[in-house]
């Protein structure tokens, strides 16, 4: 049934000049839902990473600490004014070698989770300017009020500017989580085996790159979709009278 769905979809694309004669090969077809699956699987990972790690580096940025904020700050201006392949390249070829040398090549860090740690961090960065902003945005008399309830300044952070401060950074936290989705391309670069990665080996021997592209751009477009798509509901969900309305 399968394999003659896949011969009609072949036959339907050859008169448009497409060629996707590679579904018919099973190791071709297998490698290419292997990429798919791996691309969904650094998503899946990394944007629950770069989400921890922005709220963490947001609470420090504004956390009033000479100590923490200032290694902090140069960390984000670094990150955010330097190029995310290079960045994937420096972690990989430099620090992956070192850790591996320190370790006698016993390195449990594997490639598709430096890529996963990179994108995060790199993302993480947008994510704690959108919530520090966020933070700086809640009312003063909010504030005052959380303070006559004895709240601690820690309290403070976590329990009422934290919260308010998602509410407001949303959208731009939204974009972010689309942008990390495209970036998850980068993995092609260290060969770890996504979706563009398996794409070049299977185009390097039938010569129809068009055809794949337009596949690849097909699902990046479903899951970013699916990220705005989940964006919008939060935003609906999250919203309250009196705050941004």
């Not at 008169?15 to 699956?37: C, H, I, K, Q, S």
């Not at 961090?121 to 008399?141: D, M, N, S, Y």
């Not at 005052?144 to 309290?155: D, I, K, P, V």
């Not at 690849?216 to 989940?230: C, K």
Request: net charge positive; aromatic share 10%.
């Amino acid at each position: 049934m399968t394999q003659s769905l896949l011969e009609s979809w072949v036959s339907f694309a050859r008169p448009l000049g497409l060629n996707y004669t590679f579904v018919l090969d099973a190791g071709e077809r297998a490698a290419f839902v292997r990429g798919l699956w791996v691309t969904l699987q650094l998503c899946v990972a990394a944007i629950p990473a770069s989400l921890f790690f922005g709220v963490l580096i947001a609470a420090g940025l504004t956390s009033g600490r000479a100590w923490l904020v200032r290694p902090l700050t140069a960390f984000v201006e670094v990150t955010r004014n330097t190029p995310t392949l290079v960045q994937l390249y420096c972690a990989f070829l430099v620090l992956n070698m070192l850790i591996a040398q320190k370790l006698e090549g016993g390195n449990p860090i594997t490639p598709f989770m430096w890529v996963v740690l990179v994108v995060a961090l790199h993302k993480a960065v947008f994510h704690a300017e959108a919530l520090r902003a966020g933070i700086e945005a809640v009312p003063a008399v909010t504030l005052e009020a959380a303070r006559s309830l004895a709240f601690s300044r820690g309290e403070i952070l976590w329990r009422v500017q934290l919260p308010l401060a998602l509410r407001f950074a949303l959208p731009a936290l939204v974009n972010n989580l689309v942008d990390l989705v495209k970036m998850t391309a980068i993995a092609s670069a260290i060969a770890v085996g996504d979706v563009t990665y398996e794409s070049i080996m299977i185009w390097s021997q039938r010569d129809n790159v068009l055809e794949l592209l337009l596949l690849i751009l097909i699902y990046f477009g479903l899951l970013t979709w699916l990220v705005s798509a989940a964006g919008r509901w939060l935003e609906l969900r999250l919203r309250m009278p009196g705050y941004g309305q």
